[in-house]
Every structure is written in structure tokens, then in C-alpha cells.
């Protein structure tokens, strides 16, 4: 059993639980619940931004602790005054060490389109996903069937959010992209083994219909690489572990986005 079958068979006991102790009805009437949701696909087409999408991650299963003592609420800010196009927040608690709190802190902070960042297998996940203020949703190709994805995302779109499908390869793009979908994320990281390549966007970016808004994700740390990919026509880019290992992130990204900005000219 790789690591992804091991959390997404933890995720449905999760979800389960979950179920029992907060009802659908109970999160409906969260004040965020009603909220238009800020569009990830505008923040990161705004001619002043770069596409930087920030992510807040503690951990991860490949690197372990990344940063334990940072604060979503500093965190978060600084990254969207450095510039970033929007914040992705990680919600999974066993393996990642987030959780929902993260986010709804996050989003009482900053106007500004957030991502839940979390292994989404369930409609009721969507549910939560808009009652702790998320705009946008992760769908991830190699852990859901095809007809999953569509589902899922049709019905994330009758809430208003977006969704951002995460493939790894030509296969997974081929047979989980579909009409529900606003953004086309490539993952450098192969799930199976960890090791990052980002040759994995170069190779998929001319693949991916020009209707999507294409991300790129996972071991990026060098503003020339992203400067390639927009010319493979990437917009989005995922950063979380490059500026969370840095004693303070916010800066980390900061630097980041200016160095962006200078290759640019």
C-alpha cells in the first residue's frame, strides 16, 4: 500500500466521523457558508501578480516537521504583502499536521482567494471546504476514479468554489479532465517515490487545453524555473515547502516574487 492509499483509507474514517459529529446542517449555517467565494482564476491572471499561490504547510510525509513554530495568521498575511495571487492551507491533520482552523484563520485575515489544500473524497468534504471559508478545492487525480472528479467537481461548482484538478501524468489528465474543472494542476512530485522533477510540467504543459488555468506544483525553489514555465505557458505555481523551511516564510516569499519580477525585465 503506497502512502497515498494509506491516507486516502484514513481520509473515508476521517470523513465518516466527521460526518456523525458535525451534520451538513450544522456547517450550513456557518457564516462563511454564505460568502461569494474570490476567485483563484482571476487573482492569478492580475497583470500586478505573478501567480504565486502560498501554501502554509507543518509537515509532510516525504520531509517530516518543516516548520512547526510558524503562524497561519502572520504567515498568511505576509504572503499575500509579498504578493501572492492567493494562499493554499493544508486541512489534513495526521499526515501534514493542518487542520480546518488553519484555514478559517486564514480567511479572517485576508481577502484573497484560499485553497483547501486536503485529500477531497466526499461531497460532505465540500461542504466543510465552504463553511471554514475556502474559495477553491483540491480534486487529485490518482486518488479518485474519473466519474469521481466529475461529481465532485460538479457539485463544488453548484457552491460557487473552484476546483483545482492535480494530475501527475498524460494518463491522468486524459481521463480525469472534464467541464467542472477552472484549473489544471501539474504535480512534480511523484506520489509513489517523492522525488520532484519539474520536467514533469514542461512534458504536460502543451497536453493541458488552453481553457484551463495551468499550475504548476510541487519543487519549485528558483524564480528562473518559473520564469521557464510561464513559457511553457504556465500561470500558477505552487510554492509551500521553499518558503516554509525559511525561519520566516512570508519573506522567503517576498524575495521570491521580486527575484520573479526582476527576470521578468
Known amino acids: 500500500m503506497n502512502i497515498l492509499d494509506q491516507i486516502v483509507a484514513d481520509k473515508k474514517e476521517e470523513v465518516a466521523q466527521k460526518k456523525s459529529l458535525y451534520p451538513v446542517k450544522l456547517l450550513e449555517q456557518s457564516t462563511y457558508f454564505g460568502a ?53 492551507i493544508l486541512t489534513d491533520t495526521k499526515y501534514f499536521g493542518g487542520k480546518n482552523e488553519d484555514l478559517t484563520i486564514a480567511r479572517s485575515f485576508n481577502f484573497c482567494p484560499i485553497l483547501r489544500k486536503d485529500f477531497i473524497i466526499d461531497e460532505y468534504q465540500i461542504i466543510e471546504a465552504k463553511s471554514i471559508g475556502a474559495d477553491v478545492i483540491l480534486l487529485i487525480a490518482a486518488c479518485l ?58 512534458a504536460l504543459a502543451a497536453k493541458i487545453p488552453n481553457d484551463f488555468v495551468k499550475v504548476s506544483e510541487s519543487g519549485i525553489n528558483d524564480p528562473a524555473v518559473v520564469v521557464d514555465l510561464m513559457s511553457h505557458g504556465y500561470e500558477g505555481f505552487l510554492i509551500g515547502e521553499y518558503f516554509m523551511q525559511k525561519g520566516s516564510p512570508e519573506k522567503a516569499c517576498s524575495d521570491f516574487i521580486k527575484r520573479i519580477k526582476e527576470f521578468k525585465h
Open 36 to 88: 461569494q467565494p474570490v476567485s483563484l482564476k482571476k487573482y492569478i491572471r492580475r497583470p500586478d501578480k505573478v501567480g504565486i499561490i502560498a501554501e502554509f504547510k507543518r509537515k509532510s510525509p516525504s520531509k517530516g516537521v518543516i516548520n512547526d513554530g510558524a503562524k497561519v495568521e502572520r504567515t498568511s498575511i505576509g504572503y499575500m504583502q509579498a504578493g501572492a495571487s492567493g494562499l493554499s
Open 145 to 202: 476514479k474519473p466519474e469521481e472528479v466529475k461529481s465532485l467537481g460538479a457539485f463544488a461548482k453548484s457552491l460557487g468554489l473552484e476546483v483545482l484538478l492535480e494530475v501527475h501524468n498524460e494518463k491522468e489528465l486524459n481521463d480525469s479532465i472534464n467541464e467542472h474543472v477552472d484549473l489544471l494542476g501539474v504535480n512534480n512530485r511523484n506520489l509513489g517515490t517523492f522525488v520532484t522533477d519539474v520536467d514533469t510540467s514542461r
